[in-house]
């Protein structure tokens, strides 16, 4: 059983930077992908960026290129999100999630394990 634990949320002014981690343990394989993800009160999650651990392929979501970059210290098993240029429109719970890659890197659906999520206020 894989177990998250995010952190690095907060509140910061539009324009602003913030990076977020998510330290997993636990067994995954090297079929395994990790995502972020974030979700508004009231609506659904949206796929953010995926990262698939066998070869560090990267998805990112449209309505964050060029502003949100994923990566992975597979030495310390830890998820990163740095975000920069934030917008107002970001703010959401952001969850880390994990599961075996089945070629839907930004569907919910993919993913059988989440952390509790990482709050992010922007104003």
């Known amino acids: 059983h894989v177990q998250l634990v995010e952190s690095g949320g907060g509140s910061v002014q539009a324009g602003g930077s913030l990076k977020l981690s998510c330290l997993a343990s636990?067994?995954?394989?090297?079929?395994?992908?990790m995502a972020w993800f974030r979700q508004e009160p009231g609506k659904g999650r949206e796929g953010v960026a995926a990262?698939?651990?066998?070869?560090?392929?990267?998805f990112v979501a449209t309505s964050v290129q060029g502003r949100f970059y994923i990566s992975r210290d597979r030495t310390k098993n830890i998820l990163y999100l740095q975000m920069i240029n934030l917008r107002p429109g970001d703010t959401a719970m952001y969850y880390c999630?994990?599961?075996?890659?089945?070629?839907?890197?930004?569907?919910?659906?993919?993913?059988?394990?989440w952390g509790q999520g990482t709050q992010v206020t922007v104003s």
């Open positions: 999630a994990a599961g075996v890659n089945g070629g839907r890197a930004l569907e919910e659906d993919q993913y059988n394990s």
């Open positions: 636990g067994y995954m394989s090297e079929n395994y992908i």
């Open positions: 990262l698939e651990l066998a070869f560090g392929a990267t």
